[in-house]
């Protein structure tokens, strides 16, 4: 049974920093591409970062210099590394896993950033 579960949400205050974990099994995780999605509230859901089995990572150009997403392939866990947060990055987040045309999604964790 495949699971990704996430943790790491929270109330943060704008400029502060934050690290979303998303902890896979039941698959294969170095072989699958990673990554996290975000959908804040009244809006479409969208890609924050995603990183490749072969460790290259992209990035929303909304994050870039701001947002991080490492893997560690032992630990079978992605992370999102948030710093400088703003309220518009306000939303809940969404660990993926892609190989091919299968898809696995977490159930989400909420980062409200506020004062």
């Known amino acids: 049974q495949v699971q990704l579960v996430e943790s790491g949400g929270g109330l943060v205050q704008p400029g502060g920093s934050l690290r979303l974990s998303c902890a896979a099994s039941g698959i294969i995780f170095s072989i699958y591409h990673m990554g996290w999605y975000r959908q804040a509230p009244g809006k479409q859901r969208e890609l924050v970062a995603r990183?490749?089995?072969?460790?290259?990572?992209n990035y929303a150009d909304s994050v870039k210099g701001r947002f991080t997403i490492p893997r560690d392939n032992a630990k079978n866990t992605v992370y999102l590394q948030m710093d400088s947060l703003r309220p518009g990055n306000t939303a809940a987040y969404y660990c993926?896993?892609?190989?091919?045309?299968?898809?696995?999604w977490g159930q989400g964790t909420e980062v409200p950033v506020s004062s």
């Open positions: 993926t896993a892609h190989l091919g045309a299968l898809s696995r």
């Open positions: 990183i490749t089995s072969g460790d290259t990572a």
